[in-house]
């Protein structure tokens, strides 16, 4: 009870839910789609230039674009993975995409590499971060002056792309 003032003010301070429905802006690596949700569409989810097409029913609408965002997500991230360890000359494991709240990637020990998919709502340059950031754990499994050397051979802007991230990350959890 005595902190519930301040719960109240950090609940009000956090950004607005942003609803996957018909007419929703939705962000996409830089980009901003707008949801256009068609009944009797065909197929699922299709973009067409900035607009995303969701068929079927309006009960449907949010997890199908969810799903769709997530295959985009594992489909952008493996190709900027892919690169980026080739470069190094690492062999990187298989790669998936979670829901996950603290972290927006992680490098196993054996070289699997799994990513927020949210991270695919952030502008590229971000995306591009956290990809160089899990691929030079595959040389480096520290934090030490070395790995940060690393990770800036696969992507410039590091600094801009964390301090992004502090700024807005917590906005990409309110999708959905």
């Given amino acids: 009870r005595r902190k519930a ?12 839910r942003s609803v996957l429905a018909d007419g929703a802006a939705v962000p996409l690596l830089g980009a901003e789609l707008t ?3 068609r009944p009797d569409g065909r197929g ?7 607009i995303l097409v969701v068929a079927g029913r309006p009960e449907h609408l949010s997890r ?12 952008e991230f493996a190709v900027r993975a892919r690169a980026k360890a080739e470069a190094l000359g690492c ?6 995409v979670r829901d996950t709240r603290s972290r927006w990637g992680s490098c196993s020990a054996n070289g699997n590499l799994s990513f927020c998919w949210r991270l695919v709502l952030a502008p590229s340059f971000v995306v591009d971060y956290v990809v160089a950031h899990e691929i030079a754990h595959l040389k480096v499994r520290d934090h030490s002056p070395r790995f940060w050397k690393t ?7 590091s600094e ?11 906005a990409l959890h309110r999708f959905g």
């Fill in 5 to 16: 003032g301040w719960l109240v003010s950090r609940l009000e301070a956090l950004p607005p």
């Fill in 35 to 37: 949801v256009r949700h």
């Fill in 44 to 50: 699922v989810v299709r973009r067409e230039g900035n």
């Fill in 64 to 75: 199908r674009l969810t799903d769709w965002l997530k295959a985009e997500a594992r489909r």
């Fill in 91 to 96: 062999r990187m494991g298989r790669i998936t």
């Fill in 151 to 157: 990770v800036a051979t696969l992507t410039g802007d």
């Fill in 160 to 170: 801009r792309a964390r301090a992004w991230l502090n700024r807005h990350g917590e």
